[in-house]
């Protein structure tokens, strides 16, 4: 019996799809044969086909939202949303290409041409995560088959169906089956894909804890290019501002969109003591009116459950210690429903722990840490080895160009979640949110590396100095004086 992946659904625990796990070999011996034909279309073919599959995402986009939630959890509306990034993804890659690494002449003297022009890599794995099992994915796929790689693309074992859907896409819209592999598998499978010596790079999106171990898996080949997007511990600030309303919805939103399960979202929230209570009250207040239910549910749900019983485990235990090492409960995270992986929004507060670990908790739980300076805020901040995004929510022009300057992240807001970053921007963090290949807009520049030429139509050429006599040309050189 060969083996098989099964995806559930988290809300209910039903299976959603089931397949036979990949042979990677054979899955890497056929992209890797596909890419020359591929690279060799006029890139016109390739961007066409791309916005083919937009049309193709668009038509089918109810289907294709309605599978995310299925097998993610996420509500339907969130869904709608990420199918609409898919499709938009497309027009963005395409002038991302042209903006990153398009064709540049330089002019020679002479009818002599130089010029940069970009080639691809060859055969590209790409390693999705289950959040955002079709953006994300996606935003790797489209502008490396522009730039004309071919693409192994294994989705997180817990969201398969949508992986094997977005290849359905992709190939209904004229990709060739041979230049987009899907490859189903667990673990193992991402293993043996990321240590497979038929790939020319590696593009992953997923915890710190896989990225550094596929950076590792790595150390040995820098002749791969390897782009990691990881997680963060983001960090939310929030300084004087008279409308805490406002303040407490962008709170919320940075916290507990798509149930904690971005990795934008906001882990840590830091406030000025003085208003400190007052925020945190009204923040606990809309969070007890966030709806948590099923993805179809009416009236809709702010937030599904999370990925599955493992995860909620896992998050409850964390509560429980920050709990046990000092941490003041705000707000309970609680297990409405039995044996199922929803979860409400969790807030303690962990100014008083002597020490907060620096994990990144990927779910609704909010930490909360009063400091009475603005300097406190920025270090308190700082105070982790991610990086990913950072919002300040108040203040003044004057102290978010302090903020700006100082918070290290790749993403950096004011008066904006943290989270909900634009598609159209480079998309990526420092520390151990990445290793300084930002995906979304810059995402062009691991898919392709830069050739210098210099061209000249004729055969020309002539050697200026350093020549003897054409006559003299039979005599023996001379010796070569020896120097010492
Ligand atoms: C987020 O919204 O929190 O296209 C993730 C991208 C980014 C992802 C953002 N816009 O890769």
Redesign the pocket.
């Known amino acids: 019996m060969t083996a098989e992946l099964v995806s559930h659904d988290p809300a209910t625990g039903t299976e959603v799809w089931r397949r036979a796990i990949s042979d990677v070999d054979h899955e890497v011996e056929i992209g890797r044969r596909a890419w020359p034909e591929w690279a060799a279309k006029p890139l016109t073919f390739r961007t066409e086909t791309m916005r083919r599959f937009a049309d193709r995402v668009k038509a089918e986009a109810e289907t294709l939202a309605t599978l995310i939630s299925r097998e993610t959890g996420k509500p339907l509306w969130e869904a709608r949303t990420e199918v609409e990034?898919v499709a938009n993804?497309v027009d963005?890659s395409i002038n991302a290409y042209s903006e990153r690494t398009s064709n540049r002449r330089i002019e020679g003297a002479m009818g002599l041409r130089n010029a940069v022009r970009h080639k691809p890599h060859g055969l590209l794995a790409v390693l999705g995560p289950y959040n955002?099992p079709a953006?994300?994915p996606g935003?790797h796929i489209v502008p490396a088959l522009i730039a004309g790689n071919s693409v192994a693309f294994k989705p997180s074992e817990k969201t398969p169906a949508t992986g094997a859907m977005l290849v359905d896409l992709f190939q209904a819209a004229g990709v060739p089956k041979e230049v987009l592999r899907l490859v189903i598998g667990g673990p193992d499978e991402g293993k043996a894909l990321a240590g497979h010596p038929g790939i020319d790079g590696l593009l992953f999106?997923g915890s710190a804890r896989t990225g550094l171990a596929l950076n590792r898996q790595f150390a040995n080949r820098p002749d791969k290019i390897l782009a990691l997007?990881m997680g963060g511990n983001n960090p939310v600030v929030v300084w004087d501002t008279p409308d805490l309303h406002t303040a407490a919805i962008l709170v919320v939103q940075s916290a507990f969109?798509?149930a904690g399960q971005?990795?934008?979202?906001a882990r840590r929230l830091i406030v000025r003591e003085s208003m400190a209570d007052r925020l945190v009250d009204e923040v606990r207040r809309l969070a007890n009116r966030l709806i948590v239910d099923e993805p179809f549910a009416a009236p809709a749900p702010y937030m599904g459950p999370v990925i599955d019983n493992e995860a909620a485990d896992g998050l409850t235990e964390s509560f429980l210690i920050l709990m046990s090492n000092g941490g003041h409960v705000v707000r309970h995270m609680t297990r409405p429903v039995r044996d199922r992986p929803f979860l409400t929004p969790g807030i303690i507060d962990v100014t008083d722990m002597a020490e907060r670990p620096d994990i990144e908790l990927f779910g609704p739980l909010l930490q909360v840490v009063r400091v009475d300076s603005f300097e406190a805020a920025i270090a308190e901040a700082n105070n982790t080895s991610f990086g990913l995004?950072a919002a300040l929510i108040g203040g003044s022009p004057q102290l978010y160009d302090q903020f700006w300057a100082n918070a290290r992240a790749g993403?950096i807001n004011w008066n904006r979640p943290?989270?909900?970053?634009?598609?159209a921007?480079p998309?990526g963090g420092i520390g151990l949110s990445g290793n300084h290949r930002p995906?979304?807009?810059y995402?062009a520049d691991y898919c392709a590396y830069p050739v210098a030429s210099s061209e000249c139509e004729a055969t020309r050429g002539s050697i200026g100095v350093g020549l003897r006599d054409i006559d003299k040309d039979s005599e023996p050189l001379p010796l070569v004086r020896d120097k010492r």
């Open positions: 990034s993804k963005i955002f953006h994300l935003g999106t997007e969109l798509s971005r990795c934008t979202n995004s993403v943290t989270n909900g970053a634009s598609s921007a998309f995906s979304a807009f995402a």
